[in-house]
């Protein structure tokens, strides 16, 4: 089982709709990332939160650390937000390290 | 300020090669780490060099080995290459070892 599991893998709707991605972890983390990878490779980092819910334009992303869940939203769903999110946590042992999430492709159709 | 930035973009090599990837970190940021991502898979955590000390490796064998310069740029390199070697490699920089993390655009490497 993956530490990060992200819901769901592919997501396809319709330019405007109301989107949610879920992500869950099964271990002790200090943060959580979500990212924006574009095809071709560029990751952009969206957020990193620690605690309750942060928002940047159309995206709104929430964690609960002792449900270990996070989930990223979208409002006004636009094509341009047509991407791979990807969810990723910090997990402290003594190294900082990033623990990525398969990621969720979403397709938004004008 | 310039961002984070890789070299080369794209890279063929065959089995048994040695590859060295490269990156600059952003301005005024110490910390490089680096990440392999095999098609449709999230990225895996290779290793992280705070102030040209490694600070935490993955599972990844010691034939992908790295360096990180004064000036914070970073190498990865890979000896004995193998077909599943053959990925996308990003690198992140960031302020601290804890703080966000801001990704170059990746080398694609094929290993035929």
């Known amino acids: 089982k993956n530490e990060v599991e992200q819901s769901p893998q592919n997501l396809t709707a319709q330019e405007g709709e109301f989107i949610t991605i879920n992500c869950s972890y099964s271990?002790?983390?200090?943060?959580l990332h979500w990212l924006q990878q574009h095809p071709g490779g560029g990751i952009v980092s969206l957020f990193m939160?620690?605690?309750g819910k942060k928002k940047h334009g159309r995206l709104i992303a929430t964690i609960n650390i002792q449900e270990k869940h996070s989930s990223l939203h979208i409002t006004a769903s636009h094509p341009r937000d047509s991407a791979v999110y990807i969810c990723?946590?910090?997990?402290?042992?003594?190294?900082?390290?990033?623990?990525f999430g398969t990621g969720t492709r979403l397709t938004i159709i004008p | 300020e310039t961002g984070v930035t890789q070299s080369p973009t794209h890279l063929i090599k065959t089995r048994g090669q040695q590859v060295t990837l490269r990156c600059s970190s952003q301005?005024?940021?110490?910390?490089v780490s680096w990440y392999q991502q095999a098609l449709g898979q999230g990225p895996q955590f290779i290793f992280q060099?705070?102030?040209?000390?490694?600070?935490g490796r993955g599972n990844f064998p010691p034939r992908f080995s790295g360096l990180q310069f004064p000036n914070y740029s970073s190498e990865l390199n890979v000896n004995a290459l193998e077909l599943d070697d053959s990925a996308l490699y990003l690198c992140?920089?960031?302020?601290?070892?804890?703080?966000?993390?801001?990704f170059g655009p990746g080398t694609r490497l094929l290993v035929l």
């Open positions: 990723a946590v910090l997990i402290n042992f003594g190294n900082e390290k990033l623990t």
């Open positions: 060099y705070y102030r040209e000390e490694e600070n």
């Open positions: 301005s005024g940021h110490n910390t």
């Open positions: 992140a920089s960031s302020v601290d070892s804890q703080e966000t993390q801001y």
């Open positions: 271990v002790g983390i200090s943060a």
């Open positions: 939160l620690s605690s």
